[in-house]
């Protein structure tokens, strides 16, 4: 039998994401048409001299009574991820007691961009006072790249796979390619997958010294504007997003409702610069997705797009769009609602687009008034967004040290 003909259906049956726009999607769903922007001005940074932005989507968030002993070692993006995850597989219809995640079959993808700052300064201030008083025997656990992965295994006793995916803005992107690989191989049935970040002023500082975070603090409502000309850069957000991808014939044994199909993953590296974007190689990643899939390009309906709001990005993200489709395909971004919530962006992105793919109406890219022509020619999505019935959705992501992610996701009756 050949590698094609045996490779296995991998379906969604549960998600949830924690966002600034909610968690429940009828909600997200009414702030999406409502064209909320969640970005506010983060005053508590007015202490960091030289720094510009002062503009983020911070994510009200109070973790659930679980226990003590299963959360001591939790950071807050682990926090945020073990919620996600845990609303994810009671979507789904998994008990956290049930022995199907136990048996070896059931494992975990989840990635971040990094560990819980504030244990990270808890190693730094070791190092600066020559002192131990703020480090605890959970300090690592907390900082560590792998603590959503680890300690969503943990709390769910997961023996199955562990894949940590700390690929910054593709973290939740490649944790969901390679939870689908790994199902459609036949090495697990069920497998937890997505990615969180937590909001740091640290964060927001990575890209206001290279000038690509929107300084617009006295009208946040205004930014980010993906893809428009007087754009200014990206706004930080936190959050978390997780997918329940399950083998199809699995699902089905167990009465699972699927809310839809991944049909394609393509992940690559530019292999040329760390931060600068290269719209040859960002194609190339679409191109996998759609050669895995099987589909042509006319096939999908809809591209989620990545969108971040920065010159060299929104423009080679959207000619190396345009250089693959041959048309101007409808296009939006999700960063004017919710800021880029980084090595979470991929999921939570993803579990939208797809909501949106079964509502038929896909949201407009906010604060879109005039194109710049520095973009290629797509259909950016504006007003009140686009009444769309498409089979098959792509979600894209792009992420510093080059690395670029494409998932293509099928519609469900």
Known sequence: MSNETSKRRVVITGGSIVSALGCEWPDILAKLKAGKNCVRRMDEWDRYARMNTRLAAPV??????????KTRGLGRVAKLALVSADRALAHSGVKADDPELKNGRCGVAYGSSMGSVDSIMDFYSMLVLDDLTNMTATTYIKAMPQTCAANIGVFFGLTGRVITTNTACTSGSQAIGFAYETIQQGIQDLMLAGGAEELSAADAAVFDTLFAASSKNDSPEKTPAAYDKNRDGLVIGEGAGTLILEEYEHALKRGAHIVAEIVGFGTNADGSHITQPNRS??????????EDSQLDPASIGYVNTHGTATDTGDAAESWATADVFQRPVPVSTLKGYIGHTLGACGAI???????MMKEKWFCPNLNLEELDPACGPLDYITGDGRKIDTEYIMSNNFAFGGINTSLIFRNLP
Not at 349 to 355: D, G, K, L, T
Request: charged content about 20%; proline content about 7%.
């Open 60 to 69: 009200d968030f109070t973790l659930p009574d679980y226990p003590r002993k």
């Open 281 to 290: 190689t960002m194609g190339i990643a679409m191109k996998l997705a759609l």
């Open 349 to 355: 992105e993803a579990w939208i687009a797809i909501n």
